[in-house]
């Protein structure tokens, strides 16, 4: 049971290029979320996703978008990579809508855009 | 909109000393609540959650936290400090909305711990 696993774990774009980071679960869990983790802001929320063939925007979702073909999988794209992306993304999931449920978080992608 | 807040970016304490981290929180409604942990380079793990089922909850680590309704806290504590606690600690409350379960973190608190 590998939880909650990310690639890649580190990416270096240049300003324009683009890119997407593969999050995949295997607990069956039915929410999914993209997170941006920046020096003293704490984790944001990009998109998310309640399930399969679902997507919706979270706090700050300029610039990326999101797919959930598949239950386990949730990708996040960026089309034109800019400087102010440049930050570590964390996905997280979990089991149901309430709030009791804790989300477990994989291990986060390092990307630097220059 | 819920919130929550921090206070002191940064705590470092001697090993074997109490550790406390303050955490405030903003909610229309009863708040569930989190702390999680994350140490260097590595995705955040959960310490322990607030469910409303206690008010003293116990999580890992020998860490737990008290939920106060009246100063609107959920303040971290450990009695005793040790190397391997030194990481960075968030304090979350949850929001369940139509679109469903998300957490609004804090800004963190970097726990260094010294000999």
């Known amino acids: 049971n590998a939880g909650v696993t990310q690639t890649p774990k580190f990416r270096v774009l240049k300003t324009g290029q683009s890119m997407t980071l593969l999050c995949a679960q295997d607990m069956n869990h039915e929410y999914m979320y993209w997170y941006r983790q920046d020096p003293g802001m704490g984790l944001r929320l990009i998109h998310y996703s309640v399930g399969e063939g679902t997507t919706a925007k979270g706090e700050v979702p300029d610039g990326y978008n999101v797919s959930r073909l598949k239950k386990q999988n949730f990708l996040l794209g960026l089309e034109s990579a800019a400087p102010s992306q440049t930050s570590v993304y964390f996905c997280?999931?979990?089991?149901?809508?309430?709030?009791?449920?804790?989300?477990?978080f994989g291990p986060g992608t390092r990307l630097t855009v220059t | 909109a819920q919130s929550v807040t921090q206070l002191g970016s940064h705590v470092s304490v001697s090993e074997g000393a109490l550790v406390l981290l303050r955490c405030n929180y903003s909610s229309s409604v009863p708040p569930y609540l989190f702390w999680y942990v994350q140490y260097p380079n590595q995705g955040l793990q959960l310490l322990l959650k607030?469910?409303?089922?206690?008010?003293l909850v116990k999580g890992i680590n020998g860490f737990e936290a008290e939920f106060k309704k009246s100063e609107t806290s959920f303040h971290l504590t450990k009695p005793s400090a040790h190397m391997s606690d030194a990481a960075e600690y968030f304090c979350a409350v949850s929001e369940v909305t139509g679109g469903g379960n998300k957490l609004t973190f804090g800004t963190g608190t970097q726990l260094k711990v010294e000999l």
């Open positions: 997280a999931s979990s089991l149901i809508r309430t709030s009791g449920n804790e989300q477990y």
């Open positions: 607030y469910t409303s089922a206690a008010t």
